[in-house]
């Protein structure tokens, strides 16, 4: 097991000339072991030393403690010993004897002696938290009115709850019964700066800190005994127990500065996305004759022709192009086609100014190439003999050195003029591969240049024409507006009258076709019509005939035709009617046909709901039938109605 100890000791401070020699009791002064011994203790501590301020240096385990350098006489033996165990050194004398035999290296301390705490007064600072794995040995802390005891170092660490968000709040528990509030700012005090303490009276209180990472530093003094002065009663000991407490101001800030910094980053990255996004256009002004005047101007200006040529496709995608605006867009187009000449023209200038610096280029460095040329010239003649005996060995030597960087230097550029002269051969051998009669074929290309340079002339000036030729309409159509009012009012009237004809003679071929087949239906109709009458006056003769018959039938056999007149066949007919009509008095608001039949089928039981139905269905003035409910309680009823057939009969 690892033990990690902190120590508040920077370095010991031993000046062998301002001890006495009555001081020291471990050899006599005249001993020559004294001053080795010193001098090999002396090296060891700082090599010691300077070890320990390595390891810290490396940031591992480090506290970044600031304490005060502390004087220790050498006359004290334990103190001697406790600095050397604060530096993980065995305690030995100032000879280099071991001064104490139970010294257990394994633990790093001395049994009986405690070491220096970096919560001691006078130090000012806590350490900060050490990870839960690793076992922290601490020390004894003295304080003006109380002492604090460490835990035993083989207990586990005092168990905390989690810490809420915001944390600057500690619960203390364990506390003294006579402990009070100045005792408490007197512990914890040098945890950090203390707003508020609520002390109850059941040995426990709440400090709210300034910051979150000194309720760090106060979780450190978790487990610790305290004792108040050197009383060994009850009420004045106890054993202090610090965790996280939750409280509503820390849950306060906490949130207000998770939301401030919500705010911070939700601003940054809109100033992100404002900064990345790409500029708006510029609106485009409406059509009206004055702005299509100035867009006119522009497009002839070379500065602002790219500006008004997007206001003019920005108009023609709206559909602002009819018949009144259509010569005033056809201008514009033709501006706009007009500025390919000048673009054509604009070309070829740049290609001549291409060419005339391709020109001086090739110029310019075949007159260096010629310089260059000389300079190596000289440096040969440097070289011959008559001249290159009389310089010196360094003088030959960068003589040789300038020789070759000029002539690497000529080569380069020798080598780009030869790549320029050899392109410039491959499209002239291009060219002739083409080409083989080059007199004949420059002449005709000389020709269909000069001639297509005067059709693009011939269309740009006929595409200027045009638009002189609008124009100049236009301005007469604004000059003679008012002298030809009439004749514009007439033409609108023919055009209007012309319109109207169109539209009637369309009208009246679609009447003339609604005639046709509306025609064609009426005869079909007609043929139906004749159709039915015919159907008519056969079943006229067969009523005739039937009726004839039947005459005769009632003359000749009167008693049968007085049965089959009458609804009601026998007398156990007669006898179901009456039934039925008592039945279905005493049920006002009627029956349903298996109500009744199952009433009379108590009666007989032959009786069938067809054969009732089908009697009543024959007595219509006597019996009727009515459909009542709504929806799926639907139903038919059969209601008596004798008195009212009674009345109409």
């Known amino acids: 097991m690892f033990l990690v100890q902190y120590t508040g000791l920077n370095q010991l401070p031993f000046d062998p000339s301002s001890i006495s020699q009555d001081q020291l009791q471990f ?65 030995l004398g100032i000879a280099g004897q071991p001064m104490l035999p139970d010294f257990d290296p394994a633990l790093g301390m001395m049994t009986g002696i405690p070491p220096l705490t970096p919560i001691m007064p006078g130090l000012g600072i806590v350490p900060p938290p050490i990870p839960p ?43 003294p019964e006579n402990g009070t509030e100045q005792i408490i700012m007197e512990v914890f005090e040098q945890c950090g700066e203390i707003i508020a303490i609520r002390k109850s009276k059941k040995n426990f209180c709440h400090i709210r800190f300034s910051e979150e990472f000194m309720v760090d530093k106060a979780l450190y003094l978790s487990g610790y005994r305290i004792r108040l002065g050197s009383s060994t009663d009850k009420k004045d000991t106890g054993r202090l127990h610090v965790d996280f407490a939750q409280a509503r101001d820390d849950l306060y800030e906490w949130e207000c500065k998770q939301r401030m910094m919500a705010r911070e980053e939700r601003h940054r990255r809109r100033m992100e996305e404002e900064r990345f996004r790409p500029p708006s256009p510029p609106p ?4 009206s004759d004055h702005e299509c005047s100035v867009v ?64 001086k280029f090739k110029q310019a460095l075949a007159g260096i190439l010629v310089q260059f040329e000389q300079i190596v010239a000289v440096y040969h003649s440097a070289s011959k003999q008559k001249a290159w005996d009389h310089f010196t060995k ?10 070759k960087q000029a002539e690497e230097i000529r080569n380069i550029h020798n080598d780009e003029l030869m790549g320029i002269r050899r392109e410039e051969e491959m499209e002239m051998s ?17 020709l269909v240049s000069q001639a297509e340079a005067l059709k693009e002339e011939n269309d740009s000036l006929r595409w200027q024409l045009d638009a002189y030729r609008n124009e100049v309409e236009l301005l007469k159509q604004e000059q003679g507006k008012m002298t030809r009012d009439d004749e514009t009012s ?28 509306k025609e064609t239906e009426f005869d079909k109709v007609k043929d139906e019509k004749i159709q039915l009458e015919k159907l008519l006056d056969s079943f006229q003769e067969q009523e005739c005939r039937v009726s004839r018959i039947c005459v005769s039938n009632q003359e000749n056999d009167p008693l049968e ?84 057939g009674l009345k109409m009969t």
């Open 27 to 91: 050899c006599s002064p005249d001993s020559p072991l004294l001053l080795e011994g010193q001098v090999e203790n002396e090296e060891e501590t700082s090599k010691k030393r300077k070890r320990t301020n390595d390891c810290t240096a490396d940031g591992s385990r480090s506290l970044s403690v600031d304490s005060t350098s502390m004087a220790l006489p050498l006359s004290d033996p334990n103190a001697w010993a406790t600095a050397m165990n604060n530096l993980r050194m065995a305690p």
């Open 133 to 175: 794995d690793m076992p922290v040995v601490k020390e004894i802390i003295h304080c003006k009115s109380c002492t604090l005891f460490p835990p035993n170092p083989n207990l586990p660490p005092p168990a905390t709850r989690e810490r809420p968000p915001g944390c600057k709040t500690v619960f203390v528990g364990g506390l």
């Open 284 to 287: 485009v002004v409406h059509y």
């Open 296 to 359: 006119a101007e522009k497009l002839k200006d070379d500065s602002k022709f790219s500006e008004a040529v997007q206001t003019l496709l920005t108009w023609i995608e709206r559909g602002e192009v009819n018949r009144r605006s259509a010569n005033n867009f056809y201008s514009m187009i033709q501006s706009a086609n007009s500025h390919i000449r000048r673009l054509v023209n604009e070309k070829a200038a740049h290609e001549k100014g291409m060419e005339e610096a391709k020109e």
């Open 394 to 403: 360094a003088q030959r030597k960068n003589i040789s050195v300038w020789c």
């Open 430 to 446: 291009d060219e002739e591969i083409e080409d083989p009669n080059e007199a004949k074929e420059n002449e005709d290309t000389a």
């Open 490 to 517: 007439k033409e609108q009237q023919m055009k209007l009258l012309q319109q109207a004809l169109q539209g009637m003679q369309q009208h009246l071929l679609k009447l003339q076709d609604e005639y046709k087949r």
């Open 561 to 644: 035709r007085t049965s089959t007149t009458t609804p009601v066949k026998s007398e156990r007919e007669a006898l179901l009617v009456g039934i039925i009509s008592t039945f279905l008095h005493v049920h006002p608001f009627g029956a349903s046909i298996e109500y009744i039949c199952s009433y009379l089928q108590r009666l007989d039981t032959k009786i069938s709901t067809s054969e009732v139905e089908s009697l009543m269905s024959r007595l219509q003035c006597t019996f009727k039938q009515e459909m009542t409910g709504v929806g799926a309680s639907l139903e038919k009823r059969w209601k008596f109605c004798g008195f009212d």
